[in-house]
Each structure stands twice: as C-alpha cells, then as structure tokens.
C-alpha cells in the first residue's frame, strides 16, 4: 500500500532540506565541541564577525554611503536568512540578492528593510514583488507596467531600479535606452524609479582605466536622469579602492565575508566562515600502497592517513586532491590521493594524536595557524567567491556567538 506520507510533494520536503533532521537535535545553545561531537563536517559561521564586517564597513563608507549587503547565493554559502538577519540588527539598511524568489526567500525569514533584485525579472513575478516590497531592477517596460498594474491593484507603489550596461555586457541596457525606459516607466502611475546602476567589469584589477570609462558612461546616464535619487556602482573592490564610485550605495557581498577581493586593501574585517570536520578513521598505509579511486598517491614511508568525510558533493573541490591541505591542531596535513564525492583522505603521519574523531579545519583557523578561502583558491585556479559559494546544503550550518552554538541549520 502507499504510504501517503511520501507523496511527491512530502519528498520534495524532504529532499529540499538537503539533509534528513539529525536523530537527537541538540538543545541549544552548546559550546561548539559539544554541538558538533557527532557531526561529519560542518560550517561554522561566526555571528560576531559578520556584525563586526558590518560596522566596519559602515563606518569606512561613512554617513552620505549605505553598505548594501549583498545575500545572494545563500549568502554565498553562509545562510541567507541567518545572515541577513545579523546584518540587519548591525544596521544594514538595505539588501541585494540576483533573483526575485531570493528576495522572497529573506522577507520569508523576517527581513524588513529594502530588497533590490539585481538580476533579471519576469512580468510574473511583479505581483509578488510589490506585494512584498521587493525593488526589481526594471529591464524593459513591459516589466514595468506589470508592476505598475500590480501596485495600483493592491494599493501600493512599485519601486524599481535601471541598470545601465557601461561594459560589462552582461545585464542591463544601454544609455539611451535607460534614458527612454526610464522617462517611460516614470509616466506610470503607483510606480517610482528610484535607483540608477551599473555593475564594473575590473573592479579589482589596478588598472582602473577601463573602469573610468565606465564610470564616465554612467556620468552621462546620472547627467540624463538627474530625478532618479540612488544611485550605486560599486562591489566591494569598487567599494574599497575606488572612493569616487561609491556614489549612494556599495554593493558588498564578500568584504562582509571578511574576504578582500584582490588588490583590495580596507579596514580590519574578520572571516565569517570555517568548514570543519571529524576524522572518520586513521588508518596505516605501508610503503608503496596507493589510497583512494585512482590509487593517485603513494606511500613512501609507512604512514597513517585520516578519513575527511568531506567531498565534492559538499562543494569541496576535487582538483583539491594532492593539492590542498587541512589544519589538524594547527599543523598543515596534505590531502593525499583523489577527492571522491563525499570523503577524501590527508596524510596525518606527523600528527601523533590524530585519531577517530580528531577535528580538522578545511577552511579557516585552527590554533594560530589558518587556511583562507583566497588560499584554497589559489591551490584550484579559481577565485575566493567560487570557494564560499560552492559549499552545499548538505553541510550543516552552526550559528557561533561567544563560542556557543546559536542555531543549527541544514
Ligand atoms: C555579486 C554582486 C555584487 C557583490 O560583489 P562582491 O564582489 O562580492 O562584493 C555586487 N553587484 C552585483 C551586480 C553582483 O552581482
């Protein structure tokens, strides 16, 4: 007989958390040994530091400048709704996510204050987003009048932003046509262009010409369209090396990481994230025996390897295989052998005390010694936000304050 419990949409529950609830949910908050005393791998994401980001930033920008905190991709990795909210009780006044269902996703979670969509939108989701107070940045105005038409039913006003493409050619629209669309859309009726943008192609770099002549286009769009109020530019590269674009609004997304983008230099910002897990099991290789798929490394010595129940399926990278390393209490291991989808092995030969259980950090610090995701990126040929926004559901998330476990979140 069919259990009616796991319909297709009860399953669909299920699989959406990414991970089944854990047998005993601990009772919280804990100290993290003890919160995490039958975990495989976990993130840890300090609440402190996303809070002390936060001020730090805000006051690097000073009064006439908002840090508009950018929580896309699950705050790439960290947890939106988490996030978000430590961010808002730290004063952020004003978020960005890419997608409209993000937006809706954070006012879900309890989040009050502005939401701009910086990506693409659909006439369909206009409804939603005036009803939720959710700024959609308007392409064409056929999105327009949808929110136009939405507001006017419900009451209420639509407020949307126009983003210029200076360069980038990715999103956007040109000069001339933001100039068009945005005395079109400003004939509407319960609608309100409230912001002008445009997005760098060589924020980070230190040839900034190519920026210049992108911030002289946008000049000219600012120059058109004197009405529209707010006004933003910059990432926080944009944000932290170029003072001159930082307009209304910056738009950071890792700096509130405490992770500076290349050839970035700014205020003391301290690292969110650590991704950390339990050794499985030790285990003696003898001289000469290979270890995982491949057997692509070999002992040379009589060694012991520890199991990281830790894979690509998590998001940690397979080209990290014979490449990376682990910090076990604060001495580097080497990954040894090929990352398989949900564990990989390090040789822990010269840490005596590894064992069952040992914890191991992949990412983050570990008794004053620390991997950076800017050196995990380095190790694959890949940038920092590639290494935080490739961390996967499944991984648990634990919320740290004072060194106790908040919150727990799969
Ligand atoms: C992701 C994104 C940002 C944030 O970039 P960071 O380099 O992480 O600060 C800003 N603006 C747009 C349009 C983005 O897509």
Known sequence: MLDSRSTPRNDRERLGKGRPQLALPPQLPLPIAEATAALNGWLEIDLEAIAHNARSLR???????????VVKANAYGAGAAHFAAELERAGIPRFAVVWADEALALRQAGVTRP?????????????????????????????????????????????????VDTGLHRFGVTLNEAVELAEALRKLPNLVVEGLTTHMANADEVDDSFADSQNALFAQAVEALPWIPYRHTANSATALRRTGLRYDGVRTGLALHGVLPPNSRGPILRSVLSLRARLARVAEVAPGEGVSYGLTWRAERTSRVGLVPVGYADGWRRDLGNVGSVLLTGERCPMVGRVCMDQFLVDVTDVPSAAEGSVVTLLGADAGACITADDVASEVGTISWDVLASLQARLPRLYVRNGMVESLTS
Not at 117 to 139: F, N, R, S
């Open 59 to 69: 006051t690097a920008m000073g009064d006439s400048v908002e840090v508009i905190a």
């Open 115 to 163: 939401i701009v969509v910086l990506g693409h939108a659909y006439p369909a989701d206009a409804a939603e987003a005036v009803a939720h107070g959710i700024t959609l940045t308007c392409h064409s105005l056929e999105l327009g009048r949808a929110l136009s038409d939405a507001a006017t039913k419900l009451g209420l006003t639509a407020t949307v932003h126009i983003k």
